[in-house]
């Protein structure tokens, strides 16, 4: 596609539910990054994938949280049993290898009420 | 792992300049990345370093030294537009080119 693309752009939910984000990559592109961030805050890195492997899983805060990609395309991140401290946009990144720079989505912005 | 510092925030005068700093701590190396992001939107990127010097894009220039662990982000003839937030970013080759994100500066312009 023409960029990255997230889904969905908005997603509130209850306290202990599980929830699903989407991530469609630029074509082509190997590498793709998850990013968690807090109102006012930085970036916080959850996870890399180059292809469909995933070299780095160091920024994954619990395990309550997983990621997976499929066919070097699509990922989802997977937050198990949703937690308030969870709220926050989530946000997806890909890259041409891991040598270039990486072009962002939009977001997905969680609310765990 | 590694620790990359910034200055939290800045304010410049419109039509002037302004540097904004970046240190960064990391044992693998492998590049230098500035993103700007305006309040409520995605990071956009800005440029890139891998060697020493500056590397000049119209109004915005960036600069690397590795020696010192030291990145400066330059913008030049500030515009209003400009007031966002500079994230300096670090790719670290012993976590398979992971890209790891500073807290951001968060600059203000003012007429």
């Known amino acids: 596609g023409a960029g990255v693309s997230q889904s969905p752009s908005n997603k509130v939910t209850e306290k202990g539910k599980d929830v699903e984000l989407r991530c469609d990559p630029i074509?082509?592109?190997?590498?793709l990054y998850w990013y968690r961030q807090r109102l006012g805050q930085g970036l916080e890195f959850l996870i890399y994938?180059?292809?469909?492997?995933?070299?780095?899983k160091s920024g994954l805060p619990s395990d309550r949280f997983s990621a997976e990609r499929t066919g070097e395309s699509v990922s989802t991140l997977t937050i198990q049993r949703t937690q308030q401290e969870d709220s926050a946009v989530y946000l997806c990144?890909?890259?041409?290898?891991?040598?270039?720079?990486?072009?962002f989505g939009q977001g997905t912005r969680l609310t765990v009420v | 792992g590694q620790n990359i510092d910034q200055p939290t925030e800045m304010t410049a005068t419109e039509g002037a300049i302004v540097q904004i700093n970046c240190t960064y701590q990391t044992s693998g190396f492998n590049g230098l990345f500035w993103y700007q992001q305006h309040a409520g939107e995605a990071p956009t990127f800005l440029s890139y370093n891998v060697l020493d010097g500056l590397e000049e894009k119209g109004r915005f220039s960036s600069f690397l030294s590795r020696s010192k662990g030291y990145s400066y982000l330059l913008l030049k003839e500030l515009q209003m537009k400009d007031s966002a937030s500079y994230l300096c970013a670090v790719r670290e080759a012993n976590s398979g080119y992971a890209l790891n994100f500073g807290k951001g500066t968060s600059l203000l312009v003012t007429p």
């Open positions: 990144a890909s890259s041409l290898g891991g040598m270039t720079e990486a072009f």
């Open positions: 074509s082509g592109h190997t590498a």
């Open positions: 994938f180059q292809g469909n492997s995933a070299p780095d």
